[in-house]
């Protein structure tokens, strides 16, 4: 479970701002469960945990279970939405040194070292490849998947097709003509889900399950979260009140939203929540920048100009109470740090002093700051959160006055790459980029 505070933003945002812009919230949250607002066409993510059904659920399991008996690694091919959330679930989820199944993610970059390496790799283990693109022509997973396809057949012949899952668009798209040519076991991407909002279909939950994590608990916090969230009151629903918060202080002037954790596991729920954010509001020279920290590591890099540069950001903590966990400071006879005023302290209770301590500096300096508490990390956890930051952001978007369930502006530099690489079809495009 999740809890909003936002005592620390009311020196920028009063109880009375907020409170006189309810109807703006209460408007943009009725477009959304009303499906009368821009994208509406892409919003089966908003009552997906509450439909889902236990045989999808179970044919995920199924498949990660095989995925698992036959291979040692699973390489994940996806960008973007296709990968982050995954990604970010088995960051939060897993221990830090796990050494049991192990999923890779590639297709994310075109990095030809980064490539060649992975392939290198792979050569002595036994994988199977896991391909999410709705098109299945985005131009970096479908280099990696021609060359692990082509890895995949070196090592097991006709037997490679087995090892290869496909998750892209349920009828059309050039990896749905793949599995009708060549029988691979394929799951469907929603074709009124977005790539960012998709981590609660098989795009996110076939990895997940595959790393061992339990997806039917994952799912159980999205269905929670998505009947509180649907159907509380402006007054008791975190999701609205957190919605209205970011656009009253984008309102006043601040451009940035730094997304804060002092828990390293949450590192990539931050990259998650970056693309959610950007690619959901970042329209018509409109929208907060997203950003994110790991605190305290990042106070000794950039915490100087959090306290003392620009004022163009506020904060969102993603504060975890209680930890998995914890280690008690003993005293040491000598003393020689100088440490012993911790003693008998928990390492926990020491970095829920400094974040607080960092809260109170940077809202003094004038950097308001939001507080989400997650009561611990687990999978229920994970995708109640998830949830939260969907119905959010939809929400955000609507009360900005943006369409947050499209992204136009990502297609313009592939157009231009396309011209540039010589496809097809891009032969004005080529001529014209010439001459710059």
């Known amino acids: 479970m999740i809890k909003l505070d936002y005592r620390y933003v009311l020196d920028a945002i009063t109880q009375k701002d907020i409170d006189s812009s309810k109807e703006r919230a209460m408007a943009a949250f009725d477009m959304l469960m009303n499906k009368t607002g ?39 091919i996806g960008i973007g939405g296709s990968y982050l959330g995954a990604k970010a679930a088995l960051d939060m989820l897993k221990s830090y040194y796990h050494n049991d199944f192990e999923v890779i993610f590639v297709g994310n970059t075109l990095s030809s070292t980064f490539t060649q390496e992975t392939l290198e790799y792979l050569k002595n283990r036994d994988f199977s490849v896991n391909v999410i693109s709705k098109s299945g022509t ?19 012949g006709s037997e490679a097709k087995n090892r290869i899952y496909i998750t892209t668009d349920p009828v059309t798209g050039v990896l749905r003509k793949q599995v009708e040519t060549e029988g691979y076991t394929s799951f469907t991407v929603p074709a009124n889900v977005g790539g960012r909002y998709s981590v609660l279909t098989a795009v996110g939950l076939l990895p997940i399950a595959c790393s061992g994590i339990d997806i039917k608990e994952i ?31 984008y309102d006043d002037g601040k451009l940035v939203e730094v997304f804060v954790s002092y828990e390293p596991k949450l590192d990539f729920l931050s ?23 790991i605190y305290t590591t990042s106070l000794h890099s950039v915490g100087q100009y959090i306290q003392d540069g620009s004022r163009v950001m506020f904060e969102t903590v993603l504060n975890v109470i209680n930890p998995e966990k914890d280690i008690i400071i003993k005293a040491d006879k ?25 809260i109170m500096a940077h809202v003094a300096g004038g950097v308001p700051n939001i507080l989400l508490n997650i009561d611990k990390i687990s999978p229920y956890n994970f995708g109640y959160l998830v949830y939260f930051f969907m119905f959010t952001c939809g929400i955000s978007g609507y009360i900005l006055g943006v369409n947050p369930f499209d992204q136009e502006g990502v297609e313009a530099y592939k157009r231009n790459m396309f011209a540039l690489l010589g496809k097809e079809g891009y032969e004005d495009l080529r001529e014209k980029l010439k001459g710059k």
Request: net charge negative.
């Open 138 to 156: 985005t131009t970096e997973p479908a280099i990696a998947f021609r060359l692990l396809k082509e890895l995949l057949e070196e090592k097991y």
């Open 334 to 358: 000598e003393n020689l740090d100088g440490l012993n005023y911790l003693s008998d302290k928990s390492l926990n209770y020491v970095n829920q002093q400094s974040m607080y301590g960092t």
């Open 271 to 293: 990259e998650w929540l970056k693309q959610l954010f950007a690619e959901s509001e970042g329209k018509d020279h409109k929208g907060l920048y997203p950003s994110a920290l």
């Open 38 to 76: 821009k994208g509406n066409q892409y919003l089966g993510w908003v009552d997906l945990p509450i439909e889902s059904t236990t045989k999808e659920i179970e044919q995920i399991i199924e498949a990660a279970n095989k995925i698992r008996k036959e291979s040692d690694v699973l390489v994940v």
């Open 219 to 249: 799912m159980a916090g999205a269905k929670d979260a998505a009947i509180h969230y649907q159907k509380a009151s402006f007054e008791n629903n975190d999701a609205i009140i957190y919605a209205l918060l970011r656009n009253l202080l």
